[in-house]
């Protein structure tokens, strides 16, 4: 599979030059060589997913792309510059910001003092009163150490403390797993508000469904490399395929 | 006058203050450890080393410049502080990768050398700092005497370390500090740049010890010996308080203090040894000590 000829496939409505644009990005933990040659585009304004199974390198992509990985190559051009070179503190003052897998809630910290941990990047972020609009389960617990949210909860404060830093670029890193289907559903409308209100978005998912209720586009990672793309109102005509990529 | 359990209360409350002010250093001592700690995850061996040097950079203003205790004051942690934060960028720095060894390791080494320097160049009989003007006399309190110097040591640093602990726990810039202590990797990918506050914690730990060094010179002797004697209590009392908390550091150096004192009291036999009999204690039963975090 031609991994260059996916990358610029010209399949989205939003016209212009992409946002994002990954282009052999390669990435190792120590010694283990996890990232091949990893290929892909996001374009102003749209939800992709990077889908596959568990240790393809989906969550390595979103670490390589931030800089926190010591150990990488190729390229990432944001808005037209070059990332490679930069520390992650600098990656996030272009205007990408990212919520990791695992939260990051900090547990010396309240809920309120994690909400505004992120430094402001870039002018027009949510406001405050924004965030508790989407999340209003927050507003209640602001006090409280951030640990000791549920969570749900701590999956919204995450999410919730980097849409006020004026990021443009959300990096998600499988922000449904572990959590109850209504909270997923939460969600799934949250990103869908977001991208009304024009943030660009990645999403490393391993549900499916949740994906194809949220994405413009797909792309499949395996063993390190982005294998195909497949634009979601395509993705019912290739269940069969994504099947056979993901094992289920 | 009363008695109380046979001993004269002059004893007794004088053998208090005394605890107190002991207390006052362990106190800023540990606190500035226990931030070091926190944040770079080296133990400062250097730590004892730096107030020592706090209270001869104040004797060599004095003598030298002729710039007064006042003026020392401020300008001795900001001139060990930038000290410490050369030693950081050039030195410590380099071992962030490595096992927490190689850090006390070179702390440790470090002491020696700088004490070594001190005892060549200014020997061991140790020099004299006399209490500023301002201060000089007491108040007799009716059961105790109390010299002003004393009080106000206790005072400032008191001062001192609440207002760390509040900046530390209630301010934004706190909040950072915690948040890098906990995960460096992420508060650096929101953009926070994690390595100039490494950098800049530990210049401000150093002249938090520098600071204490000025108000030990008028007290203690200025000699090249007197972190290394301090250092081994101000490790137990942090073992103590448990490793990284601040409130802990705070409160477990004035408690300390003051059981030292009583200690000197009731049983002197035993008030060399009792704070790392507590120490022991503390281990047996809660291993992060008594403020400590179970990760």
């Known amino acids: 599979m031609a991994d260059a000829a996916l990358a610029t496939a010209p399949r989205t409505k939003a016209g212009d030059a992409p946002l994002l644009v990954v282009k052999d990005l390669q990435a190792w933990y120590g010694e283990s060589h996890v990232l091949h040659g990893i290929n892909f585009d996001v374009r102003q304004g749209e939800v992709v997913t990077l ?16 800089g926190i990985l010591p150990k990488r190559k190729g390229s990432v051009v944001f808005e037209g510059n070059e990332l490679m070179h930069l520390p992650a503190r600098w990656v996030a003052r272009t205007g990408i910001a990212f919520c990791p897998e695992e939260r990051g809630i900090f547990s010396s910290l309240s809920v309120e003092e994690n909400l ?33 949210l549920s969570g749900g909860e701590q999956q919204m404060l995450a999410i919730g403390r980097i ?81 056979n990529y993901l094992g289920v | 006058m009363f008695e109380l359990l046979g001993i004269p209360p002059q004893a007794l409350f004088g053998q208090l203050l005394l605890g107190l002010i002991n207390g006052a250093f362990y106190a800023m001592l540990s606190l500035g450890l226990a931030i070091i700690f926190g944040l770079l995850n080296i133990i400062n061996f250097t730590h004892g080393a730096q107030y020592m040097m706090g209270a001869f950079v104040a004797w060599m203003l004095l003598n030298y410049l002729g710039i007064n205790y006042w003026w020392a004051l401020l300008l001795v942690p900001i001139i060990v502080g930038a000290f410490g934060i050369v030693i950081e960028r050039l030195l410590i720095s380099r071992l962030y990768h490595l096992d927490h060894l190689y850090g006390l390791l070179l702390t440790f080494g470090l002491a020696l050398i700088i004490q070594g320097l001190f005892r060549n160049y200014y020997g061991i009989s140790g020099l004299p700092y006399s209490i500023p003007p301002q201060l000089a006399g007491g108040q007799n309190l ?68 520098a600071f204490a060094g000025v108000l030990a010179a008028p007290i203690y002797s200025v000699n ?19 490793m990284g908390s601040i409130l802990g550091a705070i ?45």
């Not at chain 1, 199974?53 to 792309?65: Q, V, Y």
């Not at chain 1, 027009?124 to 927050?138: C, D, K």
């Not at chain 2, 760390?164 to 948040?179: C, D, M, P, S």
């Open chain 1, 51 to 66: 889908l596959g199974r568990n240790g393809a390198g989906k969550s390595t992509t979103m670490k390589a792309i931030m």
């Open chain 1, 116 to 148: 505004m941990l992120p430094p402001q990047v870039r002018p027009g972020g949510l406001s405050v009163e924004q965030i508790f609009e989407l999340f209003p389960n927050l507003k209640e617990r602001l006090s409280s150490q951030g640990t000791k």
């Open chain 1, 163 to 243: 849409l006020r830093t004026g990021a443009k670029l959300l990096l998600l890193d499988e922000p449904t797993e572990g959590l109850a289907p209504v909270i997923v559903q939460q969600i799934g409308h949250t990103i869908a508000r977001l991208k009304r209100e024009g943030f660009t978005i990645v999403l490393v998912e391993q549900n499916f469904r949740f994906a194809s209720s949220v994405a413009d586009r797909h792309f499949v990672v395996e063993q390190g490399k982005v294998v195909d793309m497949i634009p979601n109102e395509e993705l019912e005509a290739n269940i069969e395929k994504l099947h």
């Open chain 2, 142 to 209: 009716g059961f105790m005497f109390l010299p002003n110097y004393r009080g106000w040591v206790v005072a400032a640093s008191l001062v001192v370390c609440i207002g760390t602990w509040f900046v530390i726990e209630k301010t934004r810039l706190g909040a950072y500090l915690r948040a890098a202590t906990e995960n460096p990797t992420l508060v650096g990918a929101f953009g926070i740049n994690v390595p100039r506050m490494i950098t800049l914690t530990y210049g401000f730990g150093v002249g938090l010890a």
């Open chain 2, 224 to 242: 090249p010996n007197m972190g290394a004697d301090l250092i081994i209590v101000v490790f137990a009392v942090v073992v103590i308080g448990g």
């Open chain 2, 251 to 295: 409160v477990t150096g004035f408690g300390l203090g003051l059981v030292e004192g009583l200690t000197r009291v009731f049983y002197p036999e035993g008030s060399a040894v009792v704070i790392f009999v507590i120490m022991a204690i503390v281990l047996l039963i809660k291993p992060a000590g008594l403020f400590g975090r179970t990760a």
